[in-house]
């Protein structure tokens, strides 16, 4: 897989990709990084990427001419190194908001290409948004760049790359997989602030403790993302295990 990001801060995604799976990933050579500056292909003296808005307001818009001709650097550079059909990506809070589903379609295509747009200011000349693929937003907030959320977008799918975690890290991996949130965690030592680790997680009995663990995931889910529970159906077990999740709760 190759991913290419267009942005004004190449650095910053350079820098950030080097750390933890992502950068483990990419040393085993899971997924190249390829990064492109519109300022590279501004054409003035004075590599100007911004402009003054059409109808006035405050802010800056990216100008639509140097982004352009970086992203078409990004496809052919990608072609050349053998994604036949990149694919371009906006991360924009008008985007449609991203999943795990979308991640997993995307980690999905070993020799897929990615160019992701990552803009500054207060956004990109809509003609040029109209020539891409994709437009994705990472959460309903606005951030000050595309950068982080592209970097969010290239871990999110870095780590699903056969080969990027280690066993350990993968069976941990399962908790979105199921549709649930995660479990809670607890490591040493015992007894920490007044508070005792579970009994059952001291117990030895691994399928009691998956159970708890499975339940744990069940209660947290329906108490703060219902919205999740919503498009799964529970088993009559499931059902069970909530329901005494539920009585198990503190009142008031
Ligand atoms: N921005 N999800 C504005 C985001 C964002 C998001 C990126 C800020 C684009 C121009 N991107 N720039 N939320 O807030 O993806």
């Given at each position: ?10 650095e ?90 979308r ?49 969010m977008l ?20 399962e ?29 030895g ?48």
């Amino acid at each position: 897989m190759r991913i290419d990001v267009v942005t004004l801060f190449p650095e910053m995604v350079e820098h950030a990709a080097r750390f933890g799976v992502t950068g483990r990933a990419r040393e085993r050579g899971l997924w190249r990084l390829g990064l492109w500056n519109p300022r590279d292909f501004a054409t003035d003296n004075h590599r100007t990427v911004d402009d003054r808005p059409y109808g006035g307001g405050p802010g800056m818009v990216m100008m639509a001419g140097p982004l352009g001709q970086a992203l078409d650097a990004a496809r052919a550079a990608q072609r050349a190194d053998g994604c036949p059909a990149p694919r371009t990506i906006y991360l924009s809070p008008a985007g449609a908001p991203l999943s795990h589903r979308r991640v997993m379609e995307l980690a999905g295509a070993p020799d897929a290409g990615y160019v992701l747009l990552a803009g500054r200011y207060e956004g990109v000349d809509e003609r040029l948004v109209a020539t891409l693929d994709e437009e994705i937003a990472i959460g309903d907030f606005v951030v000050s760049g595309g950068e982080l959320p592209a970097l969010m977008l290239i871990d999110a799918i870095a780590r699903q790359l056969p080969g990027a975690l280690n066993d350990a890290e993968s069976a941990v991996q399962e908790s979105f997989a199921t549709g649930l949130l995660d479990c809670p965690h607890y490591t040493r030592p015992e007894h920490h602030a007044g508070q005792a680790v579970p009994e059952v997680l001291l117990s030895g009995n691994h399928a009691a403790i998956a159970r708890w663990r499975h339940q744990q995931a069940l209660g947290r889910t329906a108490t703060r993302r219902p919205d999740l529970l919503a498009g799964r159906a529970l088993t009559q077990d499931e059902e069970r295990l909530l329901a005494a999740w539920r009585r198990e709760q503190p009142t008031g």
